[in-house]
């Protein structure tokens, strides 16, 4: 995933309970870390199926207000952290009121945002200091996953294979399919195949039903077996390719 957070604002992101592993600008983060984006910074991040966070945006004048009532400084912005632990007890009250916000069950959201501004900025500007995993090799693993995700916007999926990959990013075929069942939960096939079925829906979605049929798209997107086509695609989308080309 690549963005930009709000501009101007700094961001805390708390992820919803998974137990699993995320991997957020460098850093390998457990769902018991709250990062944080500073103000101009950049998203980039991969995380595995079931991935839910709330973000939670202020300025630095509200950041500045709530420290003032705390009585803690804001140190300058090369001395925050960008990722901080707080004690589940707390996560478990900080993830409810994002819940409430995000359902309009908040009475007061205004004053359930300044809540959570109380809870976790002492934990962040004070919080005992913790080293988040950034080796080399892990490093060395995101370089190659960003080198598959350019190098499929720009080939044929069709005919792309692991050993092209391997090749492509100078690796061993043993590291490419830890770094994408790290970040994806899925072995590099199994990610082409269902970017390739996502291919094929938005070609269904903007196909017109009176004119093209399910076998002439899959058939331009390499799918030579029509059946088998179908299957994968329902298992992936829940229903048949014709029928998102009928809705089209």
Not at 147 to 157: R, T
């Given at each position: 995933m690549f963005g930009s957070p709000p501009q101007d604002m700094i961001t805390f992101n708390i992820m919803e309970p998974t137990n699993r592993r995320y991997w957020v600008r460098g850093m390998d983060l457990g769902d018991d870390t709250i990062w944080v984006f500073p103000k101009g910074s950049e998203l980039e991040s991969c995380a595995p199926p079931g991935f839910q966070v709330h973000t939670l945006s202020v300025s630095e004048g509200?950041?500045?207000?709530?420290s003032e009532a705390l009585r803690i400084p804001v140190p300058i912005r090369s001395r925050r952290r960008d990722a901080f632990t707080i004690p589940p007890k707390y996560l478990a009250i900080v993830r409810n009121q994002l819940r409430a916000i995000r359902d309009g069950a908040a009475q007061t959201p205004e004053h359930s945002m300044l809540d959570i501004l109380h809870a976790i900025f002492p934990l962040w500007l004070e919080g005992p200091s913790r080293s988040f995993d950034k080796r080399p090799s892990m490093r060395a693993r995101d370089i190659a996953v960003r080198k598959c995700l350019e190098l499929f916007e720009n080939c044929d999926l069709g005919t792309l294979s692991s050993r092209d990959?391997?090749?492509?990013?100078?690796?061993?075929?043993?590291?490419?399919?830890?770094?994408?069942?790290?970040?994806?939960?899925?072995?590099?096939?199994?990610?082409?195949?269902?970017?390739?079925?996502?291919?094929?829906?938005?070609?269904l979605r903007l196909?017109?039903?009176?004119?093209?049929?399910?076998?002439?798209?899959?058939?331009?997107?390499?799918?030579?077996?029509?059946?088998?086509?179908?299957?994968?695609?329902?298992?992936?989308?829940?229903?048949?390719?014709?029928?998102?080309?009928?809705?089209?």
């Amino acid at each position: 995933m690549f963005g930009s957070p709000p501009q101007d604002m700094i961001t805390f992101n708390i992820m919803e309970p998974t137990n699993r592993r995320y991997w957020v600008r460098g850093m390998d983060l457990g769902d018991d870390t709250i990062w944080v984006f500073p103000k101009g910074s950049e998203l980039e991040s991969c995380a595995p199926p079931g991935f839910q966070v709330h973000t939670l945006s202020v300025s630095e004048g509200k950041l500045e207000a709530v420290s003032e009532a705390l009585r803690i400084p804001v140190p300058i912005r090369s001395r925050r952290r960008d990722a901080f632990t707080i004690p589940p007890k707390y996560l478990a009250i900080v993830r409810n009121q994002l819940r409430a916000i995000r359902d309009g069950a908040a009475q007061t959201p205004e004053h359930s945002m300044l809540d959570i501004l109380h809870a976790i900025f002492p934990l962040w500007l004070e919080g005992p200091s913790r080293s988040f995993d950034k080796r080399p090799s892990m490093r060395a693993r995101d370089i190659a996953v960003r080198k598959c995700l350019e190098l499929f916007e720009n080939c044929d999926l069709g005919t792309l294979s692991s050993r092209d990959l391997v090749k492509e990013c100078n690796i061993s075929e043993r590291t490419l399919q830890y770094a994408f069942l790290e970040r994806f939960g899925a072995s590099p096939a199994d990610f082409i195949k269902s970017k390739r079925l996502g291919n094929a829906r938005l070609a269904l979605r903007l196909g017109h039903h009176d004119k093209d049929s399910v076998g002439d798209i899959a058939f331009s997107l390499g799918f030579w077996h029509l059946g088998q086509f179908g299957v994968e695609y329902k298992r992936l989308f829940g229903e048949r390719p014709s029928q998102t080309l009928k809705t089209s």
